[in-house]
Nanobody
Framework: QVQVVESGGGLVQPGGSLRLSCVLS????????MGWFRQAPGKERELVAS????????NYADSVKGRFTISRDNAKNTVSLQMNNLKAEDTAVYYC???????????WGKGTLVTVSS
């Protein structure tokens, strides 16, 4: 089992920045890739960014490329999402995700709300 806990959401004005953090605990050794997803009201959950726990390879949704940066700290078992130049359309509940590829298991946090509004 892996526990996933997000933090860092809040209200920010358009053009502002916010940093989300996620702490993993439990069977971390089984995790291959970690990511951030988001779900806006009335929309499906979508991948924002992902990063492999091993070599740190990253992947981003086109809508956030150049504005968001995902990073991980394996020593602290954390994964972060730095969000810059935020737009109203970035408003959503953001979920941290950890995937154990070898076991076909995916773990989710409870989510943290990001609201971009003036």
């Amino acid at each position: 089992q892996v526990q996933v806990v997000e933090s860092g959401g809040g209200l920010v004005q358009p053009g502002g920045s916010l940093r989300l953090s996620c702490v993993l605990s439990g069977s971390i050794w089984s995790i291959h890739v970690m990511g951030w997803f988001r779900q806006a009201p009335g929309k499906e959950r979508e991948l924002v960014a992902s990063i492999t726990r091993g070599d740190g390879s990253t992947n981003y949704a086109d809508s956030v490329k150049g504005r968001f940066t995902i990073s991980r700290d394996n020593a602290k078992n954390t994964v972060s999402l730095q969000m810059n130049n935020l737009k109203a359309e970035d408003t959503a509940v953001y979920y941290c995700n950890a995937h154990a590829s070898s076991y076909g298991l995916t773990y989710w946090g409870k989510g943290t709300l990001v609201t971009v509004s003036s």
